[in-house]
């Protein structure tokens, strides 16, 4: 029974052979073919990121007391040197009517120790005991003027820091405190401020890309680098952001370097927290071969295409695909600028065909 089925088997396989055509070694095909454009390659790349204020300031009241006004709304934008919050100063009023007069009374006390000195140095017959005495008092009293000098300088601040003011322009949060409360530097933040334009967008390169896109040099990432950022809905963050740092060291666990760039932000569209991508492209680019991606068949061994020579003989040539830009796929490696493949019915060619281009 099985020699019968094998019989039948090899009869079948001879009748299908001899019904099929064979194809000829070298047939000639008319077919697409293309030379090998040079195109700009920018090499963009987009990297996940993260939106970061440029400052951020916790404000915190430096003297304590009884918080009269709150001069900010919750999520207020607001400049440098704005008052936000009063406390009651009061106290800190009398504080520097007493520093004041203390210093008024110390200049007073060190005039008349200048004096007395002065005439004990001049009087015949005066003890040096007196002289070294009224020496001594004069020095005391330019100590206490200095003393109390002092004290002045710390009242006046003390009572200019009841208006609690902020030190850089930006968006408050939420006040902690409100009218009536009792504020001090021990009790915290009465309000945080971050800076929203000019905002920086900060990503991770990896060692891999920093050296193919920018020679591993933070010098020339800054010079030729342009960043765009992509917004978490897919859309395009119209604004073109420069690099502004990069971190001192890689991240040893992920071989990456971060980098930090800076938007004007404008539109206050970026906010710090937010999840961007950046896509980072470099300004100056390389040229590299690029071809129609219909030319590109994929087998086992990967990519290849069809070169023709100048007699039109193709031969399979492998290739590392780059990426593509427009309606043309870059080409990595294998192929030169000039050189023809055949762009359309690749799946026709075999190796020693002849192909004359599609008119």
């Not at 009061?90 to 110390?106: F, G, H, R």
């Not at 040893?252 to 800076?262: G, H, I, K, M, Q």
């Not at 192929?335 to 493949?341: A, C, F, I």
Request: charged share 25%.
């Amino acid at each position: 029974m099985t020699g019968r089925i094998q019989t039948a088997a090899v009869a079948l396989l001879a009748a299908t052979s001899a019904a099929l055509p064979l194809r000829g070694i070298g047939a000639n095909l008319t077919l697409p073919v293309a030379e090998v454009k040079g195109a700009v390659d920018d090499q963009a790349k987009t990297f996940p990121a993260k939106v970061v204020a440029v400052q951020r300031v916790d404000l915190a009241p430096e003297v304590s007391g009884e918080i009269l006004d709150v001069c900010c709304a919750d999520g207020a934008l607001v400049k440098a040197g704005d008052v936000l919050f009063r406390l009651n100063p009061i106290k800190y009023k009398s504080a520097l009517k007493n520093a004041q007069a203390k210093v008024a009374e110390c200049k007073s006390r060190k005039l008349y120790a200048d004096s007395n000195f002065a005439r004990h140095e001049k009087t015949m017959g005066v003890s040096q005991d007196a002289v070294d005495k009224a020496r001594s008092d004069r020095d005391v009293a330019a100590s206490a003027l200095e003393a109390a000098e002092a004290e002045l300088a710390v009242a006046e601040y003390n009572l200019a820091h009841c208006e609690v003011k902020a030190p850089i322009a930006g968006k408050v949060g939420t006040v902690r405190l409100t009218k009536g409360n009792y504020a001090s530097p021990e009790k915290g933040a009465l309000v945080t401020i971050t800076q929203i334009t000019p905002i920086r967008v900060r990503f991770s390169i990896s060692s891999a890309d920093f050296l193919r896109m920018f020679q591993g040099r933070s010098t020339v990432l800054k010079e030729k680098a342009a960043v765009e950022v992509v917004l978490a809905d897919g859309s395009a963050f119209g604004e073109k952001g420069e690099i502004d740092y990069t971190e001192n060291l890689a991240d040893e666990a992920t071989d990456t370097l971060r980098v930090y760039a800076r938007f004007a932000n404008a539109e206050r569209v970026l906010r710090p927290g937010g999840t961007v991508g950046a896509t980072v492209r470099n300004k100056d680019g390389v040229v590299r071969p690029a071809v129609p991606p219909s030319a590109v068949m994929q087998d086992v061994q990967g990519p290849y295409v069809w070169v023709l020579d100048a007699s039109g003989a193709a031969a399979k040539r492998p290739i590392v695909r780059g990426r593509m830009t427009g309606d043309l796929l870059f080409v990595a490696e294998g192929l030169s600028v000039g050189e023809r493949v055949v762009t359309d019915g690749t799946h026709k060619v075999a190796p020693g065909d002849v192909v004359t281009p599609a008119p």
